[in-house]
Each structure stands twice: as C-alpha cells, then as structure tokens.
C-alpha cells in the first residue's frame, strides 16, 4: 500500500523558513518523481514543486522560485521542501503526491500539512 | 499566463449524468497536456480519479470516465451518487516540468 506521510507544518512568522518532510513507503521510492502542491485556506490547488526520482531535475511554480528548495533522500525514502523568506500567501495546508511524470501530477497523495505564516 | 477554466458549479440529480469540462484561456487542451482529475471533499486530501486524459486511477469506479471534447478535456460521471457530492479539479501538464490547476467545480447532487 503506497502511503505518504507529511510533516514539520506549523506557524511561522514572516520571512521565516521552515522544513517540510514526506516519508513514502510501499514502492521503490527512487523510480518515482514526486511533487508538492498546496491549498490555501478556502481556495483551490496550486502546484508547487516536483523534483525526479535521481533528484537531478526540481521543477519550481514561479510563485515560490528562488524562496523554496525541494531535496529527496532516496536512501531514506523522504522528501523535503525547505520553504526560506516565507509570506501570508504561503499559507496552506501543504501535500506532497507521487507523480507519474509526465501523465500525471499525482496519482498517490498524503494527508497534508498546515503551513500558517502570521507574526 | 494561461488560465485553466473550469465551470464553478454544477448540479445534477441522483442517477444523472454530468460532464465538467477543462479548458484554457487561450488554445485547445490535447492528450498532450496529460489531464489528469481530482475529487476533493471538504477537510480531506485529494483523491486523483483521473490521469493521462482517460486512464481511471486505482479503485475509482467506471462511472467516471475521463476524455476530449471538442478543445477542452471533460470529466464524465454517469449514474451520479450522493457521495459525488465535492469539489472536482483538473490539472494540466503544460510542459517544462510544470502543471497548472484549475479552478475547481463545485458539484451539488440533489
């Protein structure tokens, strides 16, 4: 059973960072692309980042270029997104997803992670 | 920037059928743009019905059905449910390794 587990949500002030992690079990994490994307409080899905099995190629939605970093450790079957110089418009519940690139942006999801950015 | 549309809402009666529909701003959505589709019932996490146009994920029953209408991509779910009751999103692959999302429909089924 393909399960994603997010974690290191929580409030944060403005221009703060923080961590996000997805721990993935039941497949070969390695053979996969995986991806974030959000949902701000009552509004609808963004996309935001999706980074190769080898970790070579991270993709960015420009709305968080050059702010958030995504990283995977394929020896610990996890997936990170360092989220630096954070704003109000950052706050979301945060997914990550199994993506079967390029066909489909998501066909696994986790539950999600609250990221709230408020001084 | 290319806009994703979708209809905001839509109703439908026990054992009807709906169709949503996926477009752009500007062009035609193709099989090239991998469209995939998304339920999402309120407080829960996505579920994806959906992806590479037509191919249903895992577990998710025939009366969805995912395809190409005229020049924008289409969701169809025949013999509606009470259960369908959510919000349905589409994602389009629009190349260099970025998607977009729509909007969302809002389906009532009463």
């Known amino acids: 059973e393909v399960l994603l587990l997010e974690s290191g949500g929580g409030l944060v002030q403005p221009g703060g960072s923080l961590r996000l992690s997805c721990a993935a079990s039941?497949?070969?994490?390695?053979?996969?692309?995986m991806s974030w994307a959000r949902q701000a409080p009552g509004k609808g899905l963004e996309w935001v980042s999706t980074?190769?099995?080898?970790?070579?190629?991270?993709y960015y939605a420009d709305a968080v270029k050059g702010r958030f970093t995504i990283s995977r450790d394929n020896s610990e079957n996890t997936l990170y997104l360092q989220m630096n110089s954070l704003r109000a418009e950052d706050t979301a519940i945060y997914y990550c997803?199994?993506?079967?690139?390029?066909?489909?942006?998501?066909?696994?999801w986790g539950q999600g992670t609250l990221v709230t950015v408020s001084s | 920037q290319t806009v994703v549309t979708q209809e905001p809402s839509f109703s439908v009666s026990p054992g009807g059928t709906v169709t949503f529909t996926c477009g752009l701003s500007?062009?035609?959505?193709?099989?090239?743009?991998?469209t995939c589709w998304l339920q999402q019932t309120p407080g829960q996490a996505p579920r994806t019905l959906i992806y590479?146009?037509?191919t249903r994920s895992s577990g998710v029953p025939d009366r969805f059905s995912g395809s190409i209408l005229g020049n924008k991509a289409a969701l169809t779910i025949t013999g509606a449910q009470a259960d369908d009751e959510s919000d349905y999103y589409c994602?389009?692959?629009?190349?260099?390794?970025?998607?977009?999302f729509g909007g969302g429909t809002k389906l009532t089924v009463l």
């Open positions: 997803a199994r993506t079967q690139f390029p066909i489909a942006l998501a066909v696994y």
């Open positions: 039941g497949f070969t994490f390695s053979h996969y692309s």
């Open positions: 980074l190769s099995g080898s970790g070579s190629n991270p």
């Open positions: 500007s062009g035609s959505v193709s099989t090239t743009y991998y």
């Open positions: 590479n146009t037509n």
């Open positions: 994602v389009l692959y629009m190349g260099s390794g970025s998607w977009v």
